[in-house]
């Protein structure tokens, strides 16, 4: 399994990292049953996050044709309301690390990451993650639209709002389509993956290598609906 972990400006870096480092080794532990890259939309560049300037390079374009795991994490910045925009204007012009994480993330739409993130997911050989507010991402391109996901507790409602069901999970699998909620669902978002596309022994490995247990059950649309509680 191949996956490329999607940067943008002002992406937080731990969903990136996180999931990375986790496949990263899950490829070690299997002897190369898994391979990953970070690659944005424009191709190779330096990539600027949104904690405190720290950069990344993409290694290569987003290629929605290969199969295999593409990952979009969430942005960081500074925690406002969905919609709400500072009264600097943050979000006009120049991408500024202090902006407002519903700007960073807004901000994408104005890239070719729409257009590319629609041929990933019309893709069957390919499965699309996302942690934290990289749902956000997907949803105001209008790409999950009755689908399960999961985002921030913070972007519950924004989810609502764009005719996803939105699930109160830390990590939910919608078939080609597994989410992840706050930041450090990174971790367990990736281990499930890892669990799921190469086997449980290999992601068991790897969650002893990283001394981190999963948490939380990773709710799927399976099963009798539980009534009473």
Same mark, same amino acid.
């Given at each position: 399994m191949h996956a490329q972990i999607i940067l943008f400006d002002g992406f937080d870096p731990l969903d990136a990292i996180a999931p990375y480092e986790v496949l990263y080794a899950g490829g070690t532990a299997s002897g190369g049953a898994v391979s990953v890259e970070l690659v944005s939309a424009e191709g190779p560049r330096e990539v600027v996050s949104g904690t405190g300037g720290l950069v990344l390079r993409a290694t290569a374009a987003l290629d929605p044709g290969r199969a295999g795991l593409i990952l979009v994490p969430g942005a960081s910045g !500074?925690? &406002? *309301?969905?919609? *709400?925009?500072?009264?600097?204007?943050? &979000?006009? &012009? *120049?991408w500024q690390p202090d902006e407002f994480i519903p700007v960073l993330l807004g901000r994408t739409l104005t890239t070719e990451l729409p257009t590319l993130m629609k041929a990933a997911m019309d893709n069957p050989e390919v499965t699309v993650s996302a942690v934290c507010g990289g749902s956000?991402?997907?949803?105001? =391109?209008?790409?999950? *639209? &009755?689908?399960?996901?999961? +985002?921030?507790?913070?972007?519950?409602?924004?989810?609502?709002? +764009?005719?996803?069901? =939105?699930?109160?999970? !830390?990590?939910?699998?919608?078939g080609n389509l597994v989410t992840g909620a706050g930041v450090t669902s990174g971790l367990d978002l990736g281990l499930y993956l890892l669990e799921r596309e190469v086997g449980p022994q290999i992601a068991h490995a790897v969650e002893k290598l990283f001394a981190h247990e999963r948490r939380g059950t990773v709710w799927r649309n399976d099963g009798p609906v539980p009534a009473g509680i």
């Open positions: !500074r925690v &406002g *309301e969905p919609g *709400e925009v500072p009264d600097d204007d943050a &979000g006009i &012009g *120049e956000l991402v997907l949803a105001m =391109a209008g790409l999950l *639209e &009755g689908r399960y996901a999961t +985002t921030h507790h913070m972007g519950m409602d924004m989810l609502d709002a +764009t005719g996803v069901h =939105a699930v109160s999970a !830390r990590v939910v699998d919608d």
